[in-house]
């Protein structure tokens, strides 16, 4: 079974300080996509990529970073936490052809920036 | 854009009532449509799809059947339990070109014994 892990269940931040949140699957997906999840908002795409080294900006990439050094990590960086980022963080990996192959997901991480 | 538009919730029904949740879309082209669900704790798994017009997804007694006419994609199941109360999510998908879903902003579903 495919296992998507996110490092942190739950995390507390103060505004201003640099947040990481790390995903690791362990099914050589080349697909690897961050989401963010809020009441009445539903997920929003924050970035993904396609292979190591490659990123591409989602829908609402303001304020955040992302990094693939490796295929089974991909790391999504707040450079400067605010307050509105406090959310429910989703990662997911799939295999290329993503409309035949499902989204796999973390349980998801749900930072709270005060 | 693209976008998917999901009936509102939250939606509260007995066990063994029958369901229906809504969805619509808006997107230039034919995509493949998706349901995900969201048990509580956990994150999204896939519960049905269907990749092209007429096609019918269905996976644990739900089901949904992709109308172009109609643009929609409404998720069924003719006798709810306690156990699928959890939050559902439509989303669509390209079939070519990125690879990115797009989803609804889900409805939370309570099935009450």
């Known amino acids: 079974d495919v296992k998507v892990t996110q490092s942190s269940r739950y995390l507390v931040k103060r505004t201003g300080e640099k947040v990481f949140l790390e995903c690791v699957q362990d099914?050589?997906?080349?697909?690897m996509f961050w989401y963010r999840q809020d009441p009445g908002l539903g997920l929003r795409l924050i970035y993904f990529?396609?292979?190591?080294?490659?990123?591409e900006k989602g829908d609402i990439p303001e304020g955040y970073s992302v990094s693939r050094e490796k295929k089974e990590r991909f790391s999504l960086i707040l450079e400067s936490a605010s307050t509105n980022q406090t959310s429910m963080y989703l990662c997911?990996?799939?295999?290329?052809?993503?409309?035949?192959?499902?989204?796999?997901f973390g349980n998801g991480t749900r930072l709270t920036v005060t | 854009g693209d976008s998917v538009t999901q009936m509102e919730g939250p939606v509260t029904l007995s066990e063994e009532a029958f369901l229906t949740i809504n969805c619509t879309y808006t997107?230039?082209?034919?995509?493949?449509l998706f349901w995900y669900v969201q048990y509580p704790g956990e994150g999204l798994q896939l519960l049905l799809k269907?990749?092209?017009?007429?096609d019918k997804g269905s996976n644990k007694g739900f089901e949904a059947t992709y109308r172009k006419e109609t643009t929609s994609f409404h998720l069924e199941k003719g006798s709810v339990q306690v156990s699928d109360s959890a939050v559902y999510f439509c989303?669509?998908?390209?079939?070519?070109?990125?690879?990115?879903?797009?989803f609804g902003t889900g409805t939370r579903l309570t099935i009450i014994p």
């Open positions: 997911a990996s799939s295999l290329p052809g993503a409309h035949n192959s499902p989204l796999h």
């Open positions: 099914m050589d997906h080349e697909n």
């Open positions: 990529s396609y292979d190591v080294k490659m990123k």
């Open positions: 997107a230039t082209g034919y995509p493949s």
């Open positions: 269907a990749t092209k017009a007429d």
């Open positions: 989303a669509l998908m390209f079939n070519f070109g990125n690879e990115k879903l797009t």
